[in-house]
Structures are given as structure tokens and as C-alpha cells.
């Protein structure tokens, strides 16, 4: 090989480098700005969302318009769902965080729930037909996994200004805003703390569907 030849492959590296390193920082400015996407590592929100779901999350879908009741949100829950430190340490946190992003691996700290109330709600559990009640109205849910009930954890809470009750629509295996009444905060997550809404599934391909959004109004 003559030094030309290998000057143009040494070339031909550092370009096909250059591109994976503009890719991977134009996906990471994508990512962190507009959308994401997420692995559902649960059952909580069977039946729209199952594990091993890989879903598309809208970072911006409520940047235009206030989170509503009966939305889906994924959220961060550093804070009130889980602990502000991991304590795995930092090499585990980095190898959680690659496979993260990679879609491969869920996360300890980010969730996919449905706000069941926003601020000002006064929402309880339960009416004596077993829905849950919304300011004075049962809440009509045909969201809820086949064969549960609204809720067998009685409650009564009204949501402060700035934060979200938030509940799985698989309520017998969902650990959610019930689960942390007793905890600071009782189990309200922060408007902040919302990353985005999940727009489509991805994966597996059989389950490849948009997601639709639901503003869910209290039904006698």
C-alpha cells in the first residue's frame, strides 16, 4: 500500500468518525429537547402499556397546554417515587444510564403513570359503586386493567397547586400516589417533574400503535 492509498483510508476513518460523533450528538440534543424514548419496565399500565415496551415520549406535547386529568405522563420520580440517590454508585448510575438510552434497560427513577387529579382536585376513594370520586362526581375509567377495581386502598386527598396524583391503570399491581400516603409529599409528584407524554409504541413491533390522549371528566 502507497502512502496515498493510506492517506485516503486514514481519511476515510476520521470522516465515517466524525459522522457517528455528529450522529450521536445530534440524537442526545434531539433527545434531551423534543423526544425520547423510554422502556417500560412493569405491568402498571397494562393494558395500554406492557413490559418491554419501547415508547416514543413527546418532551413537548405539554409545553402548549396544561397537563389534564386522565393524561399519561412520564415523569421523573427522584423525590417522591424513589430515592434523590441511587445508591449503587457512579459507575452503576453511568451503566444504567447507557442502557437507558440505549432503550435496552428501565429506569429506577422514571415512571409512566395516569393523573388521576391535578391542582385543586378533591379526589377520594370510594364511591358505594367502588369509582373513584372527583370533586363530588365518580369517575368513569374504561382504561382500568380487566377485573380491577378503581382501587382497594381507600383515600382522600386534595392536590395541591403544582402537583399531580398520579395512579397505574393496572391498580392491583401498580405502586403509585397510594402507595406513598404515609411518605413526605404523600405521594403528589411535582408539574416539574414531568418529562413528556408518550405518543407511540415502538416495540415490539406487533404492539407498533399511536398513543391517544385522554382528558378524563368525571361521569355520573
Known amino acids: 500500500m502507497n502512502h496515498t492509498e493510506r492517506r485516503s483510508r486514514k481519511l476515510g476513518w476520521r470522516f465515517v ?15 434531551s429537547c423534543w423526544i425520547d424514548v423510554y422502556y417500560i419496565p412493569s405491568d402498571s399500565m397494562d393494558p395500554l402499556l406492557r413490559t418491554g415496551d419501547r415508547v416514543l415520549v413527546s418532551r413537548i406535547a405539554y409545553g402548549s397546554a396544561p397537563i389534564q386529568r386522565g393524561n399519561v405522563v412520564v415523569f421523573d420520580g427522584r423525590g417522591s417515587f424513589a430515592p434523590l440517590d441511587s445508591g449503587k454508585g457512579p459507575l452503576a448510575d453511568a451503566a444504567q444510564s447507557v442502557g437507558e438510552w440505549l432503550g435496552i434497560a428501565g429506569s429506577d427513577t422514571v415512571y409512566v403513570k395516569r393523573v388521576l387529579g391535578v391542582a385543586g382536585d378533591h379526589i377520594r376513594c370510594c364511591a358505594s359503586d367502588g369509582r373513584l370520586i372527583v370533586n363530588g362526581s365518580p369517575l368513569t375509567e374504561s382504561y382500568l386493567y380487566p377485573g380491577d377495581v378503581p382501587s382497594a386502598l381507600p383515600f382522600d386527598v386534595v392536590v395541591p397547586q403544582g402537583k399531580l396524583w398520579l395512579m397505574g391503570d393496572h391498580r392491583s399491581v401498580s405502586a403509585d400516589s397510594r402507595s406513598l400516603l404515609g411518605a413526605p409529599g404523600g405521594g403528589l409528584v411535582s408539574v416539574s417533574k414531568v418529562i413528556g407524554r408518550p405518543v407511540q409504541t415502538l416495540w415490539p413491533l406487533g404492539s407498533f400503535r399511536p398513543l391517544p390522549r385522554i382528558d378524563l371528566l368525571p361521569a355520573a
Do not use: D
Open 17 to 31: 468518525l466524525l459522522a457517528v460523533v455528529v450522529v450521536l450528538v445530534l440524537s442526545a440534543v434531539i433527545r
